[in-house]
C-alpha cells in the first residue's frame, strides 16, 4: 500500500533514542547490553525504513522491537544468573541515583526484582504511559494477559515497597541523626 | 483494576520511570554502523531470482561433478576387472600350452619305448 510518509532515519534516531535505550535499559538492567540493543533495534529499523507507514508506526515498531530485543538478551543471559541490579552497578558505573531522586532509584531497583514479563507491562505502563490495549499490541500477548501482569506487577511492586521504602525512610532517618 | 485516575504510588511510579537520555555516543555509533554497512559490498541483497538461479546453478553443478565422479570410478573398477580377467585366461592359455606339450613329450616317449 503507497503511503505519503517520508521517513527521515536521522531524526527518528533523535526523536527515539531516549524511549529504546530506557525501554533496554529497565528491562536488562544493563547499560551496555541496553546500548548494544538499542544499535541493533535502529540498524534493523533502517533496512525497514521503507515499510514505514506513518511516525505512529514507527513508534509503536521500535516499542515492540526494542522489547522483544530486550526480553531475548535477558532469556539468554539467564543462565548466568547474576544479579542484574548488582551486575550493573559494580560493572557498568551505572547509579540509579544520578537522574532519579533516591525514592525513584529504589523503585527502579524494586521494579528489577520482578519478574520479567509483569516487569515488560510495568515499564510499558509507567515509563511510556500505554494503555493495556497498547502494552498488548506491543508486547504481542492477549489483554487478558497484561491486564494480570499489570495487577500482579503492580500488586507486588506495591507489597516489596512497603517494606523497602520504611526501610530506606528508617535508613535515612538514622543518618539525619533523626 | 482502575488504571484512570492513578493512585499515589502509581504517580510516584509514572515519575520514578522518566524516560532514561541516551548515551550522547549512541547516536553517533549508530550512523558509523550504519554508514559502515551501507559501504559494505551486500551480495545477499541480490534479487531473490538471481539468488535462486545461482543456488540452483550451484546445486546442478555439484550433482553433476558427483555423478560423473560415481561414473568414472565405475568405470575405472571395470577396465580394472576386465584386465584381470584377460591376465586370468593368458594364464589359462600358458598353462593349457604347457600341458599340452609334457602331454606331447609323454607320447612320444611312450611310443620309443614300445619300438
Known amino acids: 500500500m503507497a503511503h505519503d510518509w517520508q521517513p527521515d532515519f536521522e531524526q527518528l534516531v533523535d526523536e527515539h533514542q531516549s524511549m529504546v535505550f530506557s525501554l533496554a535499559l529497565r528491562m536488562t538492567g544493563d547499560r551496555g547490553l541496553a546500548e548494544e540493543i538499542a544499535q541493533d533495534v535502529f540498524l534493523e529499523f533502517d533496512r525497514r525504513l521503507g515499510k514505514m507507514e506513518s511516525a505512529d508506526h514507527a513508534r509503536f515498531w521500535l516499542r515492540r522491537v526494542a522489547m522483544s530485543r530486550s526480553v531475548d538478551a535477558l532469556r539468554r543471559r539467564q543462565t548466568r544468573g547474576t544479579d542484574r541490579w548488582v551486575e550493573m552497578e559494580d560493572h557498568h558505573g551505572i547509579h540509579a541515583e544520578e537522574r532519579t531522586s ?16 509483569q516487569r515488560a507491562a510495568l515499564v510499558l505502563r509507567y515509563q511510556e504511559e500505554l494503555t493495556p490495549e497498547e502494552i498488548a499490541a506491543a508486547l504481542e500477548a492477549p489483554l487478558a494477559t497484561v491486564k494480570s501482569h499489570l495487577q500482579r506487577g503492580l500488586k507486588l511492586l506495591r507489597a516489596k515497597a512497603a517494606i523497602h521504602l520504611k526501610e530506606f525512610v528508617r535508613e535515612k532517618e538514622c543518618v539525619r541523626g533523626v | 483494576m482502575e488504571f484512570e485516575p492513578l493512585d499515589d504510588f502509581e504517580e510516584k511510579l509514572k515519575r520514578s520511570f522518566e524516560r532514561w537520555p541516551a548515551p550522547p555516543e549512541l547516536k553517533r555509533r549508530l550512523m558509523e554502523n550504519r554508514r559502515r554497512r551501507k559501504e559494505r559490498p551486500r551480495w545477499f541483497a541480490l534479487p531473490r531470482e538471481v539468488l535462486v538461479a545461482v543456488s540452483l546453478s550451484l546445486g546442478v553443478g555439484v550433482f553433476a561433478a558427483l555423478y560423473s565422479g560415481i561414473a568414472s570410478y565405475q568405470h575405472e573398477q571395470q577396465r580394472e576387472g576386465e584386465a584381470a580377467r584377460q591376465q586370468v585366461l593368458t594364464a589359462l592359455r600358458i598353462t593349457d600350452h604347457a600341458l599340452d606339450n609334457i602331454n606331447k613329450q609323454l607320447a612320444a616317449h611312450g611310443r620309443a619305448s614300445q619300438e
Open chain 1, 102 to 117: 533516591p525514592l525513584g532509584a529504589r523503585l527502579e531497583q524494586l521494579l528489577a526484582t520482578l519478574p520479567e514479563p
